[in-house]
């Protein structure tokens, strides 16, 4: 089966650092998506991981390590613009994508 | 701003009735894949076009159809609406020949309401 897993809702506070963790089980993969949703909006890229490691993004950065079907996105110096929606998204094989449900973070001042 | 563009943004539709929504991808771009995104849940895959075909689906009925067009423009028709459809209907486009050959860029969506 094919599974993605990624904590509901995360809080956090303006300037702090988050880290948003998500395990998946898929039958095929060639590369790992996050992608940020603000509310009414269509997701935009964020990064794409395809062998093990920390890809570092300006204030994102991810990490992926395949064996352990797991990676986190890792958000610096949060700003308040910031709070949105966060999707783990797999490439199981050709075009076809398979999202979790997304993290809600939320940044306080 | 993706240059991936959805009409309309908006609609709003009874049980039964038919839609169709329209979706200009990425220039340089062939490839189109549909998502259906309900409230609070991530972007569930339709199908995929590459090259005017089908390319690939995923689990939902044969009322959820598409077509793509010789310039990678596409269509999502859904016939006989149900409630359930009432949902963001996501356009994404991507390319074989890009850098970041799997990547995907979405549209700004078109929200469906079934009454």
């Known amino acids: 089966g094919q599974n993605i897993d990624q904590p509901t809702e995360m809080t956090a506070t303006e300037g702090a650092i988050v880290q948003i963790n998500c395990t998946y089980q898929?039958?095929?993969?060639?590369?790992l998506f996050w992608y940020q949703q603000h509310a009414g909006e269509a997701p935009t890229f964020l990064s794409y991981?395809?062998?093990?490691g920390l890809e570092e993004k300006g204030r994102f950065s991810s990490f992926l390590s395949r064996s352990k079907g797991y990676s986190y996105l890792l958000l610096k110096e949060l700003q308040m613009k910031d709070s949105a929606s966060y999707l783990c998204?797999?490439?199981?094989?050709?075009?076809?994508?398979?999202f979790g449900a997304g993290t809600r973070l939320f940044v306080k001042a | 701003e993706t240059g991936v563009t959805q009409s309309p943004t908006h609609l709003i539709k009874t049980r039964g009735q038919q839609v169709t929504l329209r979706c200009s991808s990425q220039?340089?771009?062939?490839?189109v894949s549909w998502y259906q995104q309900a409230l609070g849940q991530g972007p569930q895959f339709i199908f995929q076009?590459?090259?005017?075909?089908?390319?690939g689906r995923g689990n939902f009925p044969p009322r959820f159809s598409g077509l793509q067009f010789p310039n990678y423009s596409s269509e999502l028709n859904v016939n006989a609406l149900e409630l359930d459809d009432s949902a963001l209907y996501l356009c994404a486009s991507s390319s074989l020949t890009s850098g970041r050959r799997d990547t995907q860029y979405f549209g700004p969506g078109t929200r469906l309401t079934v009454l």
């Open positions: 998204a797999i490439n199981t094989g050709g075009f076809k994508t398979i």
């Open positions: 991981n395809v062998l093990d």
């Open positions: 220039s340089g771009h062939n490839t």
């Open positions: 898929t039958s095929g993969f060639n590369g």
């Open positions: 076009y590459y090259r005017e075909e089908e390319n």
